[in-house]
């Protein structure tokens, strides 16, 4: 049967004039030439050039002096080897060399695309029949490095999107670390980079029950000199350096817009991006509303999902997925408990959909296959496309196919409530395949989407449009029940 799609007029694409200042370095050498030079400007001279730094850059960031006051401070140990007294530097040439570290970043230049839709925690002031929402997009700028970044919007009656417009400026978080580890829960969480057992062996031995990251930084470094001549043997101690460094929390300013609030990969794990955010709204057996987020992070070479957790978008703990049901990309949470069990769906394969339940959200083992690709226009490989929905009639879980062309499309099926690892069907057809518009961007012909809720009887499914920009749609959820039901 035909289901009736309805394509929305609005829009996201990127925008390059949406910039942060980040820390910049070329390495140590130019790093200890620069702070001399500065250091032999007179007084007069650095004043005159810093008001020029600030005409120029201080309307295009809030507060930037506190950016150039923390990034100086990030020099400290050249400043010490070179004799000086950093506290005692004159304020404004403290900031002019901050200001050589520092450089704008196009957080959104090259792409905003790959939504994910949940519904905001503030319902207050909005006409009946509509809802405020808050929307993820992964956002792609120079040298292809992926973030997370917001918008807000509300989904009037009609199901038409409004989204608020973007803040002004752009905000990196406080940045916090574990500090220290203990060794036997460690090395349980290092068994997901699946290190050879006499190697692990030899870390251990040398760590005591409670280690710093120094400290296992140098048992590592002198067993890579120990395995020098064995390149796999080195990568693995290098990532287990990365996975030490994969746990952290991140705050934002309480007077920032959610859409100033940006995070950018800060750990080694996903230094060249963090793909695909899916966010999904999680009722715990108390009650308690937590938003949850799985996502890929790449540090070039290799991928490590991870779990982001927030209860108010301010604030964010970040740690990595393990176990057998955690490999690949494509993790998507259910939004509760199943029989007193964590779900997800996962492909671990690359080209399976399957399901995988845990008591423990980090580690997720015996992973069971949903599906296979069934029809022509997933032949290559299916996945999830963001969190299922819970219905009456079952789990909705919004899927997507890779076809001839290496064409995306996104489909759906239903899985039953009380057993989500047996699927009830699927449509044969897909919902959304790339209209000629959409069909021009960084990947082309794709349509994707990472998360869809359902609001006045329709789902509404955020979508990226060929991993350049994003838009949304929506379908009337009874005949998409119904056709999938029909086996349509």
Not at 50 to 67: A, G, M, Y
Not at 217 to 245: C, F, G, P
Request: negative net charge; aromatic residues 12%.
């Amino acid at each position: 049967m035909r289901i009736p799609v309805s394509r929305k007029a609005t829009k996201i694409y990127p925008n390059s004039k949406r910039v942060f200042a980040r820390f910049f370095s070329n390495g140590a050498e130019r790093a200890r030439s620069v702070i001399q030079k500065v250091m032999q400007m007179s007084d007069e001279e650095t004043a005159t050039y810093f008001s020029q730094i600030l005409r120029e850059f201080s309307r295009r960031h809030r507060n930037i002096t506190r950016v150039f006051e923390k990034h100086a401070g990030l020099l400290k140990p050249y400043f010490i080897e070179a004799g000086i007294d950093y506290n005692n530097v004159n304020i404004h040439r403290r900031w002019l060399i901050g200001s050589y570290f520092t450089m704008e970043y196009a957080i959104e230049s090259a792409a905003f695309f790959n939504p994910s839709m949940v519904e905001d925690i503030d319902q207050t002031n909005l006409e009946d029949g509509a809802k405020r929402v808050i929307i993820s997009f992964r956002a792609v700028g120079e040298g292809h490095i992926s973030s997370i970044v917001f918008r807000r919007a509300v989904i009037d009656r009609d199901n038409e999107i409004h989204l608020d417009g973007a803040g002004k400026y752009i905000d990196e978080p406080e940045i916090y670390r574990d500090s220290t580890y203990e060794k036997y829960t460690f090395f349980q969480k290092a068994a997901s980079i699946k290190l050879p057992k006499n190697i692990k062996n030899e870390i251990a031995k040398d760590l005591k029950d409670e280690f710093e990251y120094e400290e296992l930084k140098t048992v590592i470094r002198n067993l890579q000199k120990t395995y020098n001549e064995k390149a796999e043997i080195k990568q693995h101690l290098e990532r287990m350096l990365w996975l030490s460094n994969s746990f952290y929390e991140i705050n934002f300013s309480l007077d920032t817009d959610i859409s100033d609030r940006v995070i950018f990969p800060y750990s080694s794990s996903e230094k060249r991006g963090m793909e695909d955010a899916r966010f999904v709204r999680f009722t715990d057996d108390n009650g308690d509303i937590i938003y949850y987020a799985t996502y890929t992070a790449y540090d070039g070479v290799a991928i490590q999902p991870m779990l982001l957790e927030t209860r108010d978008f301010y604030h964010f703990h970040i740690m990595p997925l393990y176990g057998e049901g955690a490999q690949n990309k494509n993790l998507a949470l259910f939004p509760r408990k199943i029989n007193g069990k964590y779900a997800m769906v996962s492909r671990i394969d690359g080209i399976n959909n399957y399901v995988v339940f845990s008591d423990d959200l980090n580690v997720w083992e015996n992973p069971v296959m949903l599906h296979e690709p069934k029809h022509p226009w997933s032949f290559i490989q299916v996945g999830n496309c963001g969190s299922p929905i819970e219905t009456e009639a079952g789990w909705l879980l919004m899927i997507h196919g890779v076809g001839p062309m290496r064409q995306y499309c996104i489909s759906a099926c239903l899985l039953e409530l009380g057993n989500p690892q047996k699927e009830i069907d699927q449509l044969k057809d897909p919902l959304l395949t790339p209209l000629e518009e959409e069909r021009e961007g960084y990947v082309p012909n794709v349509v994707y989407s990472c998360g869809s809720i359902i609001h006045n009887g329709e789902v509404i499914i955020p979508y990226g449009m060929s991993d350049y920009a994003s838009s949304f749609a929506s379908v009337p959820l009874n005949k998409l029940i119904e056709a999938i039901l029909q086996g349509g």
